[in-house]
């Protein structure tokens, strides 16, 4: 992640958004990387079997070296 911030700031981006499933670990790894959340999509996906999953849209603001 350290090193797509850094490609990010290279070509002047100062702000990377995303998204992952909402109360699954990696939420907490991005929000230790220092990602806020904005809301969550409730049933945003659909798994194999129909079941339906609620994601997490994330952003962090990158500052420009």
Do not use: C
């Not at 990010?8 to 702000?15: E, F, I, K, N, P």
């Not at 806020?36 to 997490?56: L, M, S």
């Amino acid at each position: 992640m350290h090193a797509l911030h850094d490609v990010a700031r290279q070509y002047g981006r100062s702000l990377i958004v995303l998204n992952t499933r909402h109360g699954e670990p990696v939420e907490d790894f991005y929000k230790n990387l220092g990602y806020k959340k904005v809301g969550v999509i409730p049933g945003w996906t659909v798994g194999p079997a129909g079941e339906r999953y609620d994601h997490v849209k994330m952003y962090k603001e990158l500052a420009l070296a």
